[in-house]
């Protein structure tokens, strides 16, 4: 499925049965490996420009330029535009997946999207994975960032420093073959600022 029938698709499911105001899809779409993530509005709340800007980030990406590279062309007004749009998107709103091979519709978790994709393509490849956490980064002296560390795993400030030096031995802070927990400990060390490594095995 082309990316323009899948846009069509969503539309058409979000907006069946609709007889006054349209609900419109935020472009650009994000993309996955096996298909497409839209998030949506009503159409009255988007800026009248909203639109135009898309098409030419869309179009910038498309010559394989990076997002960033794409918002950064962008002018300043285009960029509050775009940048704007999210603070309209529907409250508790949870994002529609469109599988690309299938055509099949998914509303998206309201936890993460990246365990939505992640059973995806535990479905698709019928394989299952581990992922182990490495810390890169020593820790030693981060009096505050040990304590936290600490609280979140229920450790002994002895077990926590244990833990550390066997990271700097290069040892993993972490392993699951739990997404949700992936997730969780990936956040939680992006929170702290904290410099890891996420390594994927199959199981």
Known sequence: MEYEAAKARVLAFLNQGKSSEKLMVYEPAEQQTYGWIFHYAYESLLHPRLKEVEQKLKNCIQQSQSEAACLEALTSEERTIYENANDHLLAGNRPIFIDKDTGDLMF??????????????????????????????????????????????????IEILKLIDKCNQNEPFWQTDKIEELVRIKLFLKELEIQFEVVEFEK
Not at 123 to 145: G, H, M, S
């Open 108 to 157: 998206c978790g309201n936890y993460s999207v990246e365990v939505d994709m992640q059973l995806i393509r535990e479905q698709k490849t019928r394989k299952q994975f581990i992922w182990k956490v490495y810390l890169k980064q020593n820790l030693r002296k981060e009096k505050a960032k040990l304590t936290a560390l600490r609280q979140e795993l229920n450790k002994t400030p």
